[in-house]
Nanobody, 120 residues
Framework: QVHLQEFGGRLVQSGESLRLSCVVG???????MAWFRQAPGKEREFVAS????????RYADFVKGRFFISRYNVENAVDLQMNNLKTEDTAVYYC??????????????WGPGTQVTVSE
């Protein structure tokens, strides 16, 4: 079992920046990590991902150039720096970890989410 906890969500104004953090509940193993978000009435969508070595990073088109994902393996944490926020970025942001077990099966773990609200 992998426990994740997000931090940093709050109310901000359009154009402002915000940094979210996700902490993995134990150290000693690192995982590919990602951020997803879910706006009211919409399905959860991919935002950004980063592999264990931070060599492969991917972004959804709608956040390219505005959001930046990074990781700190010593602390087993992943951050999402969000710049130039827009009202359409309002959502609950979820941290995701992808764990491969000994049989090669991938398991996805999720944090409880942190609310980001962007006002005009």
């Amino acid at each position: 079992q992998v426990h994740l906890q997000e931090f940093g969500g709050r109310l901000v104004q359009s154009g402002e920046s915000l940094r979210l953090s996700c902490v993995v509940g134990h150290r000693g193993a690192t995982y590919p990590m990602a951020w997803f978000r879910q706006a009211p009435g919409k399905e959860r969508e991919f935002v950004a991902s980063i592999d264990r070595s931070a060599e492969t990073i991917r972004y959804a088109d709608f956040v390219k150039g505005r959001f930046f994902i990074s990781r700190y393996n010593v602390e087993n944490a992943v951050d999402l720096q969000m710049n130039n926020l827009k009202t359409e970025d309002t959502a609950v942001y979820y941290c995701n970890a992808q764990v491969i077990d000994s049989s090669g099966t991938q398991h996805d773990y999720w944090g409880p989410g942190t609310q980001v609200t962007v006002s005009e």
